[in-house]
């Protein structure tokens, strides 16, 4: 390359640079966005998490969505006026390095209105401690962006109505809480990005879980793979450069504890499935693991003629005696259109502690449930190493062999926080579902056989001929 042409390139490249630096976040927007990322800045929900690994792309989409919302210009969401919101990271440093300098990435000079530093010079925001930035609305008016830091204490949270917070990075329960509050009156959003690297922490029930069953609560799982812009040879480096354990939060995104899950085979993107009517012939059977303090799972299964198991129906509930459990059952059989015997009867497996009786009841659980129309088999097979490896061989399997239906939701949860205590035993905590589960898959039936398809009326013809021809050949023989 001569030097007139190696003057172009650099021109070129040095224009690409500018026009990059004038607004990040049209390029991020239409060029440089992922799959997931995208998802996230979609979701209309108002608790949006995403946990990903390191450099799976979280922060990026963090940073674009406090900018969209403070420059009213969101791609996927009813824009305001004058919005106010708080980029919250751990400390005041982390701010300044991570947080602070992804919301200048995507903030245009242009766009600026007046910034005010807590350390710092506003003509460098970028090495210094911001306090706030007014922000240009596309309406016109003035957004504010606020930084804050966990380590500053929960009382320098309060008082203030806001339209957004984003966490970056796990903060602290009360802080967390405090926030909620913040966007409460206004209706506001509340999402996080963030690694997780400290176990089994209160945002793994709240978030991941979803304990309180708040229906305005998402999230998703960001990998390295999610990301295209990484190069093989950067994730090959970092694969030799952190262990097994280690890769399941920085790699997968995923909360873990020393122990480790049960099932870490189970992922929620490929095993969970909208609800969809389930043909008569795949209906299989049900499964309840019963209680009474605790609570008692009741689950209905198809095997389709490929032998895929769909988990389609929950019932579970605590506290509650068997002409509960039997009504419940009756009511999502008859929703979902469920078989039952010639009599009318269920049927279902239970776990075999149920044909026991105790000494304050002349009648054990199974015949209770017999005696109310369920007619219980406590025949099942228990033993857990085998039940426990057939379900893990059924989840790693491509494609997956075992699918649930989104309704069940309680079998979803104990799938996602099972852990191995001492041994080789899994701890003996929220396993009701889990139990059921390998009641059923250690009993599994041969899948049903597809149903052959319906002859023609030409087809009824000739074989009613055929059988004619063959009968008058028989009698000419004899």
């Not at 996230?40 to 969209?68: D, L």
């Amino acid at each position: 390359m001569n030097e007139k042409n190696l003057i172009l390139r650099a021109l070129d490249i040095e224009r690409e640079m500018e026009r990059r630096a004038l607004d990040s976040l049209a390029i991020y927007t239409k060029e440089n966005t992922h799959e997931k990322q995208i998802a996230f800045h979609k979701c209309q929900k108002r608790n949006r998490w995403i946990f990903g690994g390191n450099r799976s792309g979280k922060t990026e989409c963090g940073a674009a969505e406090c900018v969209y919302m403070a420059r009213g210009v969101h791609p996927y969401r009813e824009n305001k006026r004058d919005v106010s919101g708080w980029v919250v990271s751990v400390s005041q440093q982390v701010q300044r390095d991570v947080a602070q300098a992804k919301v200048l990435k995507y903030l245009s000079p242009r766009y600026i209105s007046k910034v005010v530093m807590r350390e710092g010079s506003k003509s460098s925001p970028e090495y210094g401690v911001i306090d706030y930035i007014l922000v240009k609305n596309a309406f016109g008016g003035l957004s504010r962006i606020g930084f804050k830091s966990c380590d500053q204490g929960r009382e320098k949270f309060q008082g203030t109505s806001l339209d957004f917070v984003w966490f970056d990075e796990e903060p602290p329960k009360d802080i967390y809480e405090e926030c909620r509050m913040r966007v409460f009156d206004r209706s506001g959003d509340i999402f996080g990005t963030m690694t997780p690297l400290k176990g089994l922490t209160w945002l793994y029930d709240e978030i991941e879980l979803n304990l309180r069953d708040d229906p305005e609560v998402w999230f998703e799982h960001m990998q390295w793979s999610d990301n295209p812009y990484l190069s093989k040879s950067e994730v090959s480096s970092m694969e030799k450069l952190i262990s097994p354990d280690e890769q399941q939060s920085r790699r997968f995104g995923l909360f873990s504890q020393g122990e480790g899950l049960v099932y870490p085979e189970f992922d929620q993107n490929v095993h969970v499935i909208p609800p969809f009517p389930i043909p008569k012939e795949w209906q299989s059977n049900i499964s309840i693991d019963p209680g009474l303090k605790n609570p008692t799972s009741c689950h209905f299964y198809a095997v389709d003629y490929d032998g895929v198991i769909y988990v389609v129906a929950e019932h579970f509930a605590a506290g509650q005696n068997v002409d509960f459990h039997v009504d419940r059952l009756n009511e999502i059989a008859n929703k979902i259109g469920w078989q039952r015997d010639a009599k009318g009867r269920l049927s279902a497996l239970i776990d075999s502690a149920a044909s026991q009786r105790t000494l304050s009841s002349q009648k054990s659980v199974a015949e209770l449930f017999i005696e109310k129309g369920v007619m219980v088999n406590t025949n099942v097979n228990k033993d857990l190493f085998s039940g426990i490896q057939r379900i893990k061989s059924l989840l790693c399997q491509r494609p997956p062999r075992i699918l649930i239906f989104d309704c069940c939701v309680n079998l979803i949860r104990e799938l996602k926080s099972y852990w191995w205590g001492e041994g080789d035993r899994p701890k003996k905590i929220d396993d009701h579902a889990l139990d059921e589960l390998r009641y059923f898959v250690m009993s599994l039936p041969a899948p049903p056989k597809p149903k052959e398809p319906e002859k023609s009326d030409i087809t009824l013809d000739k074989e009613r001929l055929l059988r004619a021809k063959r009968r008058d050949m028989w009698t000419m023989k004899f």
